[in-house]
């Protein structure tokens, strides 16, 4: 299964944008999907979780409040949407899934993610 990530970009501090995963297969209906950033020279990060079910959502603290993860069933597509975008916000992102329903305290970790997809950057300028 591939995740194909898209709808990064060049934008100033303050505008939005939405980023999309779609999985190549129906395979994550009962997982969890979730997105993690990787600044340059930094580790890889959680920043947002949920179960595909929408029973449960995690957020990195740097980004709640600003940012929104969601999904569309019928088009199977998982959305992260950005506002109030900030300078350290840039960063590429990675849209990551597992086959298995996390635990909140789990959906941080990017161990428990088994699929990865290929990342889209994200650049904010001040």
């Known amino acids: 299964v591939q995740l194909q990530a898209c709808g990064g ?3 100033q501090a ?16 009962s997982g969890t999907m979730g997105w993690f950033q990787q600044a340059p020279g930094k580790v ?10 929408g029973s449960t959502t995690r957020y990195a603290d740097s980004v709640k409040g600003r940012f929104t993860i969601s999904r569309d069933r019928s088009k199977n597509t998982l959305y992260l949407q950005l506002n109030s975008l900030k300078s350290e916000d ?6 990551a899934a597992t086959t298995r329903s996390l635990i ?13 997809g290929q990342g889209t950057e994200v650049t904010v300028s001040s």
């Open 9 to 11: 970009g060049m934008v």
């Open 90 to 95: 840039t960063a590429v992102y990675y849209c």
């Open 104 to 116: 909140f305290s789990t959906m941080a970790n990017r161990a428990d993610h088994d699929y990865w």
């Open 14 to 29: 303050g505008d939005s944008l939405r980023l999309s995963c779609t999985p190549s297969a129906r395979t994550f209906n």
């Open 44 to 53: 890889r990060e959680f920043v947002a979780a949920m179960r595909w079910s």
